[in-house]
């Protein structure tokens, strides 16, 4: 069985960088396409981005264009999410998802982690 596990959260002030580690055991990571969502308080879960199987394609929602990059690593079965000039806004729980589908849309996740708290003070 496929598993993702989040690390790297915390509690960071606006204008702080933070980037958030996702390792995927049980199965063939260089088969995924990798993608990461956040949901906060009160809200519902949002796409955040997503990055394909090599690495050579990934895709932004547009709040998150220019200051998030995404990255993978297929020898270590990790990809992250390098956040920057961060703002009380981000604060959410961020989650990491996998899927097999070619596509780097927002839908048709199979595999979920347990997500990461951060929090950005103002």
């Known amino acids: 069985q496929v598993q993702l596990v989040e690390s790297g959260g915390g509690l960071v002030q606006a204008g702080d960088s933070l980037k958030l580690s996702c390792v995927v055991s049980?199965?063939?990571?260089?088969?995924?396409?990798m993608g990461w969502f956040r949901q906060a308080p009160g809200k519902g879960r949002e796409f955040v981005g997503a990055i394909d199987w090599s690495g050579s394609r990934t895709y932004y929602e547009d709040s998150v264009l220019g200051r998030f990059t995404i990255s993978r690593d297929n020898a270590k079965n990790t990809v992250w999410l390098e956040m920057n000039k961060l703002v009380p806004e981000n604060t959410a729980v961020y989650y990491c998802a996998s899927k097999m589908r070619p596509s780097l849309t927002p839908t048709a996740y199979d595999y979920w982690g347990q997500g990461t708290q951060v929090t950005v003070s103002s």
């Open positions: 049980g199965g063939t990571f260089s088969d995924y396409n």
